[in-house]
């Protein structure tokens, strides 16, 4: 889509014969941009390779409506930046020169208040921007006041740091002692779940340990996350397509959005207009010329968009059960070959097609590319994002204190006639974003 939307600003601007019908150029071009977040799952080489967990995520953005970019308005809340900035100059007693290069670390956080630079790397960055040089012990001092800002983990260097911040804040207690003797000294286990070498490790019993780690788990491992006025950083999705079901006739209705642009001849260009007029020769034949450039992209553009209807009618009339319905479960095995056999395009002019569009139905936006999938195996007549909702469900109604390994997840979709492998079980909850039964493991509140 951001190819043809270029050639359109470009034919725009190099052809004065030509003119969007509906307002004006600036405004109505900038309408059919697509996010950075559109650009990532375009990228995708196959729809079975988008994680799950981001087209989960855009359907929870998209809440199932169209975005409106009316509604967009400028966001004029604090950043991260000048909370913590503004909690820099009130809450600490720094010296003019020690707050600046406290100001400076702040500078080189990210987002979730972790250090992104070096303290050495900051002291150079100064010597070489502002002509500062800065003593080690100036360097230190600044940045232990940014770490004992609030939020507890603001100026972290990694997440083992972040996570000892914040108990040492906290009132010394027997759990929290050994809790800090976990993240400080055992991280590893901590991190791969291995609570029994865990407990030997500490030389605490299961009850304590149990209680320490239901404490760590109550840790914020994104800090500056938490701050008011973190500007929302959801993506939008702005559709290529309008999907209308009506229940009662269970007929599909598949359009164009807006986002289409409306191309026209301008009127002093055009043929009627002309006709009035008399002009030097010169000057009709250039006139002729654009009008006639105007005509053929016009037509053009007419043509790609007809094209990009029969594919997404086509893709809609394969996958009427789960637009109907909007249970991925429904999602019915569908490839390239598939459309090509109806439109009679070739696979490569509907992979471009397909590629970075969404499409708005009942139940939410979703990428074309998500609609597209094999079967689960050569024999079966399931898809593999069929397969991926079962293994989701599995997965999210489990007992946490006791996940299920793949075995047991491969035993139980089995059980309900799915003929598949358990490294085929692994590979698809892998690729939804879940890590092995061991780490998913969760003590209760």
Same mark, same amino acid.
């Given at each position: 889509?951001?190819?043809?939307?270029?050639?359109?600003?470009?034919?725009?601007? =190099?052809?004065?014969?030509?003119?969007?019908?509906?307002?004006?150029?600036?405004?109505?071009? =900038?309408?059919?941009?697509?996010?950075?977040?559109?650009?990532?799952?375009?990228?995708?080489?196959?729809?079975?390779?988008?994680?799950?967990?981001?087209?989960?995520?855009?359907?929870?953005?998209?809440?199932?409506?169209?975005?409106?970019?009316?509604?967009?308005?400028?966001? *004029?809340? /604090?950043?991260?930046? =000048?909370?913590?900035?503004?909690?820099? +100059?009130?809450?600490?007693?720094?010296?003019? =020169?020690?707050?600046?290069?406290?100001?400076?670390?702040?500078?080189?956080?990210?987002?979730?208040? !972790?250090?992104?630079?070096?303290?050495?790397?900051?002291?150079?960055?100064?010597?070489?921007?502002?002509?500062?040089?800065? %003593?080690?012990?100036?360097?230190?001092?600044?940045?232990?006041?940014?770490?004992?800002?609030?939020?507890?983990?603001?100026?972290?260097? *990694?997440?083992?740091?972040?996570?000892?911040?914040?108990?040492?804040?906290?009132?010394?207690?027997? @759990?929290?002692?050994?809790?800090?003797?976990?993240?400080?000294?055992?991280?590893?286990?901590?991190?791969?779940?291995?609570?029994?070498?865990?407990?030997?490790?500490?030389?605490?019993?299961?009850?304590?340990?149990?209680?320490?780690?239901?404490?760590?788990?109550?840790?914020?491992?994104?800090?500056?996350?938490?701050?008011?006025?973190?500007?929302?950083?959801?993506?939008?999705?702005?559709?290529?397509?309008?999907?209308? !079901?009506?229940?009662?006739?269970?007929?599909?209705?598949?359009?164009?959005?807006?986002?289409?642009? *409306?191309?026209?001849? @301008?009127? %002093?260009?055009?043929?009627?207009?002309? &006709?009035?007029?008399?002009?030097? %020769? @010169?000057?009709?034949?250039?006139?002729?010329?654009?009008?006639?450039?105007?005509?053929?992209?016009?037509?053009?553009?007419?043509? $790609?968009?007809?094209?990009?209807?029969?594919? &997404?009618?086509?893709?809609?009339?394969?996958?009427?059960?789960?637009?109907?319905?909007? /249970?991925?479960?429904?999602?019915?095995?569908?490839?390239?070959?598939?459309?090509?056999?109806?439109?009679?395009?070739?696979?490569?002019?509907?992979?471009?097609?397909?590629?970075?569009?969404?499409?708005?139905?009942?139940?939410?936006? !979703?990428?074309?590319?998500?609609?597209?999938?094999? $079967?689960?195996?050569?024999?079966?007549?399931?898809? +593999?994002?069929?397969?991926?909702?079962?293994?989701?469900?599995?997965?999210?109604?489990? /007992?946490?204190? +006791?996940?299920?390994?793949?075995?047991?997840?491969?035993?139980?979709?089995?059980?309900?006639? !799915?003929?598949?492998? $358990? $490294?085929?079980?692994?590979?698809?909850?892998?690729?939804?974003?879940?890590?092995?039964?061991?780490?998913?493991?969760?003590?209760?509140?």
């Amino acid at each position: 889509m951001v190819q043809f939307e270029d050639e359109v600003r470009r034919e725009l601007d =190099d052809n004065p014969a030509l003119e969007l019908k509906n307002g004006e150029t600036d405004k109505e071009t =900038d309408d059919f941009n697509e996010t950075p977040e559109q650009l990532q799952l375009a990228d995708y080489a196959d729809a079975d390779d988008i994680p799950y967990y981001k087209l989960e995520a855009l359907n929870h953005e998209a809440g199932g409506t169209a975005f409106d970019p009316a509604s967009v308005m400028p966001d *004029d809340s /604090d950043s991260v930046l =000048d909370i913590l900035l503004r909690r820099l +100059s009130n809450e600490t007693e720094l010296q003019p =020169d020690e707050l600046n290069v406290a100001r400076y670390i702040i500078g080189n956080l990210d987002s979730n208040g !972790y250090l992104t630079r070096s303290l050495e790397d900051i002291a150079d960055d100064m010597a070489i921007n502002e002509g500062i040089e800065v %003593s080690r012990n100036k360097l230190i001092k600044a940045f232990e006041a940014v770490r004992a800002l609030e939020p507890a983990g603001i100026g972290a260097i *990694d997440l083992r740091d972040c996570l000892l911040l914040q108990l040492e804040r906290l009132e010394t207690t027997p @759990e929290v002692l050994t809790a800090i003797l976990i993240i400080k000294d055992n991280f590893e286990l901590f991190a791969k779940k291995h609570y029994d070498r865990l407990g030997n490790a500490v030389g605490t019993s299961a009850s304590d340990l149990e209680r320490a780690l239901r404490l760590i788990q109550s840790l914020n491992p994104k800090p500056a996350a938490s701050l008011a006025g973190t500007p929302d950083s959801s993506p939008h999705i702005i559709p290529d397509f309008i999907l209308d !079901y009506d229940a009662m006739t269970e007929l599909f209705t598949v359009s164009l959005s807006g986002r289409q642009p *409306d191309l026209g001849i @301008e009127e %002093s260009f055009s043929a009627t207009h002309q &006709a009035g007029e008399r002009g030097s %020769s @010169e000057a009709d034949a250039f006139i002729k010329k654009k009008r006639d450039e105007a005509t053929s992209f016009i037509k053009l553009a007419e043509m $790609r968009g007809a094209t990009l209807l029969a594919i &997404a009618k086509t893709i809609v009339s394969k996958q009427s059960a789960f637009f109907a319905s909007g /249970d991925p479960a429904e999602i019915r095995p569908m490839i390239l070959k598939d459309i090509s056999a109806v439109t009679g395009l070739d696979i490569s002019i509907i992979s471009r097609a397909v590629a970075g569009k969404y499409i708005l139905a009942p139940h939410g936006v !979703y990428p074309l590319k998500y609609l597209f999938n094999e $079967r689960s195996s050569a024999s079966s007549d399931t898809s +593999s994002l069929e397969i991926l909702e079962a293994i989701k469900k599995l997965i999210n109604s489990e /007992d946490k204190s +006791s996940p299920l390994t793949d075995q047991e997840l491969t035993e139980k979709l089995q059980a309900s006639g !799915y003929d598949i492998a $358990r $490294r085929t079980v692994a590979k698809y909850r892998e690729r939804l974003g879940y890590p092995v039964g061991r780490l998913r493991k969760q003590f209760s509140q």
